[in-house]
């Protein structure tokens, strides 16, 4: 029976040692820093959310897919998908259109740029916003987006000043969104 229990303790001993060994402090940080450093790098990779078409309307039109609302493809309407950084008063409500300045107007000599998903190819462009100077303030259409644009020392993506400023009259009437190219 001694004999027995010699070898029993033998054996519990030899286990536990190798349990110990193979999973000792020294794995258990690692494996409690692999979590954390896991848990803190996760949430910052990159992942597609242009499924989410953020500040869009929620009326879908019919024969639409996923995602893509009538207001994205109608450019007298601030959701339409080029207006993605516009700030200003749509020429399109103004006597103008999406790409010309109202009669009376001229287009801002300088401009900012912004890069919109196109939801019909589901590509990024660069559209360049001028604003319509020489008259004063359009007041239809008031509509202010924001992405992807930064503040005042990033001039050229910013979209919160009036861009009739090297113009011959500073006046601002509306803006304009026109393609440049794909981004
Ligand atoms: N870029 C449009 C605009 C014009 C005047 C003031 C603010 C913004």
Redesign the pocket.
């Known amino acids: 029976m001694q004999a027995l229990f010699a070898w029993i303790d033998r054996f519990t001993q030899a286990r536990v040692r190798r349990v110990a060994h193979r999973h000792g402090r020294r794995s258990l940080i690692g494996k409690l820093g692999v979590a954390l450093v896991g848990g803190a790098v996760l949430p910052m990779l990159p992942f597609d959310r242009s499924g989410q078409m953020s500040g869009l309307g929620t009326a879908h039109a019919a024969g639409h897919g996923k995602g893509k609302t009538a207001a994205a493809e109608d450019p007298s309407k601030c959701e339409y998908w080029r207006y993605c950084a516009f ?2 008063y749509l020429c399109t409500c103004c006597g103008g259109s999406l790409t010309s300045c109202p009669p009376g107007t001229e287009a801002s000599k300088v401009s ?1 740029v912004g890069t919109c998903l196109n939801p019909t190819d589901n590509r990024q462009y660069l559209v360049s ?1 001028n ?1 319509c100077c020489g008259k004063g303030s359009c007041g239809e259409c008031l509509c202010n987006n924001n992405e992807r644009e930064r503040p005042g020392y990033r001039l050229g993506v910013h ?6 400023m090297a113009n011959t009259s500073s006046m ?1 009437h509306c ?1 304009t969104s026109i393609i440049v190219g794909v981004a």
Do not use: M
């Not at 979209?159 to 009739?164: E, H, M, R, S």
């Open positions: 700030d200003g900012w916003y604003d979209n919160d000043i009036n861009w009739c601002f803006t």
